[in-house]
């Protein structure tokens, strides 16, 4: 299974010219379906993003990230973006996409956003997105 995660155009701008503040600002992940076409060019808040699931356990616009820090790392020349993983307990939903966006900013700024690859289930479970060791995203300088 193939696991990418890509970050919006404007979610990476947004965070070098500190109008998305990851230190005070909160996030939230929400899932669509397979039928959502990911434009990294073009699509910005949340209301360009179509196809969110809806099923048992699962609530309209996802659910907050918490533990969400930016770390820098000077070996590497690399800096990330990580959170405490998405859990959506008791839950009957199908997904193909995550989206991290910016629930603080005005038009509910897109950051990133995760293909599964595939679409999976969960059947009255918990659906759970265990983020990389490496983080949400990360960026090379």
């Not at 600002?25 to 929400?30: I, S």
Request: include cysteine; charged fraction near 20%.
């Amino acid at each position: 299974m193939a696991v990418t995660a890509y970050w919006y155009g404007k979610g990476i701008e947004n965070i070098m010219r500190n109008t998305i503040d990851v230190d005070t600002h909160t996030f939230k992940c929400m899932l669509t379906t397979s039928t959502y076409v990911p434009n990294v060019d073009t699509h910005d808040q949340k209301a360009d993003v179509t196809n969110e699931v809806t099923g048992t356990g699962y609530t309209a616009g996802g659910v907050a990230l918490t533990s969400v820090v930016i770390s820098q790392d000077s070996t590497s020349n690399e800096v990330e973006i990580d959170a405490a993983d998405a859990v959506w307990s008791s839950s009957t939903i199908t997904a193909r996409y995550a989206v991290v966006y910016d629930d603080t900013a005005a038009g509910d700024e897109l950051l990133m956003y995760v293909d599964f690859g595939e679409d999976f289930t969960s059947t009255n479970g918990t659906f759970t997105i265990q983020w990389s060791v490496e983080g949400l995203v990360k960026a090379s300088y």
